[in-house]
């Protein structure tokens, strides 16, 4: 479980990534920034819950409450935004994503984690071209 949540911070937290699938993503590989922070917020949730706890120190779980707090706050003014948006709009001006993404990073750097390690991969695989 902690991996997946680190894996899912490391998305949040990363520009490179969120240009790669939110922006620039094919009708095969994208990723909906809705989804993103949805899948962030659940497993922040599930690391809360008694039988997951003992996997975090507990300054992981405080930053982890934190995140989750975040979502909550920042989330639903990004969502629920009047004003229609692009992609390009969201991941690279909203103040509300960046910040979202700035403590995303805050949360991965209690884990001692930076999200290259785990999105570099995935992003090359979605740059490396295909063969015909």
């Not at 680190?6 to 949040?12: D, G, H, P």
């Not at 409450?65 to 948006?85: D, V, W, Y």
């Not at 700035?102 to 930076?114: G, K, P, S």
Request: glycine share 2%; proline share 2%.
């Amino acid at each position: 479980m902690k991996d997946r949540l680190l894996k899912s911070l490391a998305r949040l937290s990363s520009e490179r990534y969120q240009d790669a699938f939110i922006v620039h993503g094919t009708k095969s590989e994208y990723v909906l920034p809705e989804d993103l922070v949805e899948d962030v917020a659940s497993l922040c949730t599930l690391a809360q819950r008694e039988d997951h706890r003992t996997e975090f120190v507990s300054d992981e779980l405080v930053a982890l409450g934190q995140m989750l707090s975040e979502i909550r706050s920042r989330g639903r003014r990004i969502f629920a935004a009047a004003a229609p948006t692009t992609a390009a709009a969201l991941v690279h001006e909203s103040q509300e994503w960046l910040a979202l993404r700035a403590e995303a990073r805050r949360c991965l750097a209690t884990f001692c984690v930076d999200a290259d390690d785990f999105v570099k991969e995935e992003i090359n695989q979605k740059e490396a071209p295909t063969s015909r």
